[in-house]
């Protein structure tokens, strides 16, 4: 990594002094074991560029306000779809605020590509974008190793999530042999390697997601999403389907081929046991969510552990309860069902908004995942 440039909605915070110094001098073992834990740094978010295959890289990072310096957090990396940007996912996903209440950092990178619109990015997916790109998964890897070389990062504990494009970007990520993620998690995007056409039938390409290691998987799915369909087809770069990727992550992880299903009236849960290392891979598979990220107000029910009463969360929470247990344990089954107008769309994407919105009641029945809104 060459020399780089930080910049901060803060102003002269000890981080930008550390920060900018280790940068210009280069790291070395020393400074970058200095700089890495004992270094306090104002809360809050943050832009950053750095250098990476010799192309100028962008992103966000978040701090939490219990940030010290001196214990090693958690880091969870936060990938934007197709004509997007960092802030505008971390406003999908509110992954700063899931940050602030449970003391880790954030990231999130901008893909190397130009969106549609102004001010967003695509990014350049291994094996499947036409379009001439950077090489994504060098500045993914240099973007790791900053946060571990100039925050007090635990290494144990790197998570990833992307939505759409940047869930797709993601998982040919880890196919590709990268085991920077502990755990991944995945909104209307999940892949499990290049589609190919075998006897009429769209399949991943086997050799093109090999990982270097099982890694826990989560996916959330929308029966109504039209951009990547869960029961497969859509664009060249989509192809097959949800539950085929699903199964061959299973297969990756050495899972039981079977899951443990609980079918709702508004959601399927799935779950494959008895992967390698500790490993899960999960699925909720939402009857009238489309291909926007969930919306607060679709609810997930965690099974109690110990003294812990059963809680009711959104989905990015329910993914980091899944991060941080490795998986967990879940509780499904039936939900009340929706009707939702095709035609209805969300906020603007300077908001976070992407997809469609219906409004509707519901009943609680103890059961997960209960729909209780906006999807």
Request: glycine fraction near 12%; include cysteine; aromatic fraction near 8%.
């Amino acid at each position: 990594m060459t020399s780089s440039t930080v910049s901060h909605r803060a102003r002269a915070s000890v981080f930008a002094r550390a920060v900018a110094g280790l940068f210009l001098f280069g790291f070395s073992a020393v400074a970058a074991e200095a700089a890495s834990c004992g270094t306090a740094i104002q809360p809050g978010q943050h832009n950053l560029t750095f250098q990476s295959g010799g192309v100028e890289r962008e992103a966000v990072y978040v701090i939490p306000s219990t940030y010290s310096g001196k214990k090693k957090v958690p880091l969870v990396l936060d990938f934007h779809g197709s004509n997007s940007n960092p802030t505008v996912q971390l406003k999908r996903s509110h992954w700063e605020e899931v940050a602030e209440r449970e003391g880790f950092v954030v990231m999130a990178l901008a893909g190397s590509l130009k969106g549609e619109l102004p001010g967003t990015h695509a990014w350049n997916v291994p094996g499947v974008t036409v379009g001439e790109g950077a090489d994504e998964s060098v500045a993914i890897r240099d973007a790791v190793k900053l946060a571990k070389d100039t925050l007090c990062i635990d290494a144990t504990k790197v998570y990833a999530s992307g939505y759409s494009g940047g869930g797709r970007m993601l998982s040919q990520y880890i196919c590709n042999g990268f085991g920077d993620f502990a755990a991944a998690g995945f909104v209307m995007g999940l892949r499990a390697g290049t589609p190919v056409e075998e006897n009429g039938v769209w399949l991943p390409r086997r050799e093109s997601c090999q990982p270097s290691r099982p890694v826990s998987i989560i996916a959330f799915s929308g029966m109504k999403d039209h951009v990547n369909p869960f029961d497969g087809g859509g664009k060249a770069y989509w192809r097959y389907g949800g539950e085929v990727a699903l199964n061959r992550w299973a297969e990756l992880n050495g899972c039981n081929t079977r899951p443990q299903t609980e079918t709702g009236s508004s959601a399927d849960v799935s779950r494959y046991i008895g992967c390698r290392a500790g490993t899960s891979v999960m699925s909720y598979v939402i009857a009238n969510a489309d291909h926007a990220w969930p919306a607060r107000s679709v609810l997930f029910q965690l099974a109690s552990a110990g003294d812990e009463t059963i809680r009711e969360v959104d989905a990015t929470d329910r993914m980091w309860d899944f991060f941080r247990t490795s998986g967990g344990d879940l509780m499904a089954g039936n939900t009340v069902g929706a009707s939702c107008a095709d035609g209805q769309t969300t906020a603007s994407i300077e908001n976070g908004g992407q997809g469609k919105t219906c409004k509707q009641s519901s009943t609680h029945d103890n059961s997960v995942p209960v729909v209780s809104g906006d999807l």
